[in-house]
């Protein structure tokens, strides 16, 4: 079975920093991987998606992630962040079968200084 | 906007009452998914139907039951609900489905956000 592990539970940066979001996964295999972000009150949109390829995976509002095998992660990056970019992220691991059948972390939470 | 409508969109019941969730994709997928999101836990995965059918269902408690009369409409039936059940309750839809496996891709609605007296 696979699992995820978002390490930071809170991160705060000023507007106009980068940001790094942590993911750690467990698969046997090459999963599926995947970000996500909630605003408050909201459900959850997908920011961007690994299935194979290229392991620099660009994605909407300026996002973007790296999947590193050896080091079993799929970071999440932005060079500058805005104030709209506060919200809730969640990393997803799905089994490289079943995109479907995805388990997410506990979701980090990012406030945004002026 | 996702394509992926819930309604209501908040929702306050008594342990005794009985109350649906109503979920509605207009994407013309045929997987649909509910979720349960309760704070300071991950994401949970309730029930998937995958062309109307049933294929999973993750030792959920007898008093959610859900209904999927057809691919775009996915009900969750509440009843005798106790208070650690006030959660988000997300529906998700996907193209192929999970029983198909393959690169498929979840599309969230806004969750209608249950508090259980």
């Known amino acids: 079975a696979q699992s995820v592990t978002q390490p930071d539970i809170h991160i705060t940066v000023s507007e106009g920093a980068s940001l790094e979001l942590r993911c750690n996964y467990s698969?046997?295999?090459?999963?599926?991987l995947f970000w996500y972000v909630q605003s408050p009150g909201q459900g959850l949109q997908l920011l961007l998606k690994?299935?194979?390829?290229?392991?620099l995976v660009q994605g909407i509002k300026g996002f973007e992630a790296e999947f590193k095998r050896s080091q079993s992660s799929f970071n999440l990056r932005k060079p500058s962040v805005h104030w709209s970019d506060a919200a809730e992220y969640f990393c997803?691991?799905?089994?490289?079968?079943?995109?479907?059948?995805?388990?997410f972390g506990d979701g980090t939470t990012l406030t945004v200084k002026p | 906007e996702t394509g992926v409508t819930q309604t209501p969109r908040h929702l306050v019941m008594g342990m005794t009452n009985k109350k649906s969730l109503k979920c509605e994709q207009h994407?013309?997928?045929?997987?649909m998914y509910w979720y349960k999101q309760s704070a300071k836990k991950p994401l949970e995965l309730m029930f998937v139907?995958?062309?109307?059918?049933?294929?999973e269902n993750n030792s959920v408690p007898s008093r959610f039951s859900p209904e999927c009369p057809n691919s775009s409409h996915l009900f969750l039936h509440l009843h005798t609900l106790q208070p650690e059940d006030s959660a988000l309750y997300l529906c998700?839809?996907?193209?192929?489905?999970?029983?198909?496996?393959?690169?498929?891709?979840?599309?969230f609605g806004p969750g209608t956000r249950l508090t259980v007296l």
């Open positions: 997803a691991v799905a089994p490289n079968t079943n995109a479907g059948k995805s388990t």
């Open positions: 998700a839809s996907s193209p192929a489905g999970s029983g198909g496996g393959g690169r498929d891709t979840q599309y």
């Open positions: 698969y046997g295999a090459t999963p599926y």
């Open positions: 139907y995958n062309f109307k059918e049933q294929t």
């Open positions: 994407l013309g997928h045929n997987a």
């Open positions: 690994y299935f194979s390829g290229d392991t």
